[in-house]
């Protein structure tokens, strides 16, 4: 190889090094000046459960709910327990409570829980939800004449 290739190899090769670090410089100046984008998370829900789906049965004054919810690990298990005052049984609120398991390392992958919970009230009972103490959405869908809580499968759409 001639001296002069070897030349321009050389200062060919400076250029673009020093051009990868212009880039890099101006890119870093670029990301401390940029604001950061805003966290957008529910209102009065740090965990981000703003709605609960859930399938309804009712027979022989017997209410059902069974729906499944969606928790950020393995590790955070949904517990829901039915409250409604003595002195009536038209309306029923559904607690549900999140008990953490952790004894160590938890992955952080998203799992479903599912949840099945059986009151008494009248049939038109009106039924709502809390999430951690904070009010939540309950769309709950009413299951057909022929299906049974006991076989119930979480299969919701909606």
């Given at each position: 190889?001639?001296?002069?290739?070897?030349?321009?190899?050389?200062?060919?090769?400076?250029?673009?090094?020093?051009g990868m670090f212009l880039y890099a410089r101006f890119k870093s100046d670029t990301?401390?000046?940029?604001?950061?984008?805003?966290?957008?998370?529910?209102?009065?829900?740090?965990?981000?459960?703003?709605?609960?789906?859930?399938k309804h049965f009712f027979k022989d004054g017997m209410h059902t709910v069974a729906g499944e919810i969606m928790m950020p690990t393995p590790c955070d298990l949904l517990e829901v327990s039915p409250?409604?005052?003595?002195?009536?049984?038209?309306e029923v609120t559904l607690a549900f409570r999140i008990t953490n398991s952790t004894e160590g390392v938890c992955?952080?992958?998203?799992?479903?829980?599912?949840?099945?919970?059986?009151?008494e009230a009248n049939e038109g009972a009106?039924?709502?939800?809390?999430f951690k103490g904070e009010p939540v959405t309950l769309n709950l869908i009413e299951a057909g004449p022929d299906e049974n809580p006991d076989d119930f499968e979480v299969f919701i759409k909606g």
């Open positions: 190889m001639n001296q002069r290739a070897i030349i321009v190899a050389v200062v060919l090769f400076a250029v673009i090094v020093l990301l401390r000046t940029a604001e950061p984008a805003p966290v957008t998370s529910p209102v009065n829900q740090p965990s981000g459960i703003t709605h609960v789906d859930a409250i409604s005052l003595e002195s009536s049984l038209d992955a952080q992958v998203v799992t479903p829980q599912r949840f099945k919970v059986s009151f009106t039924i709502k939800a809390t």
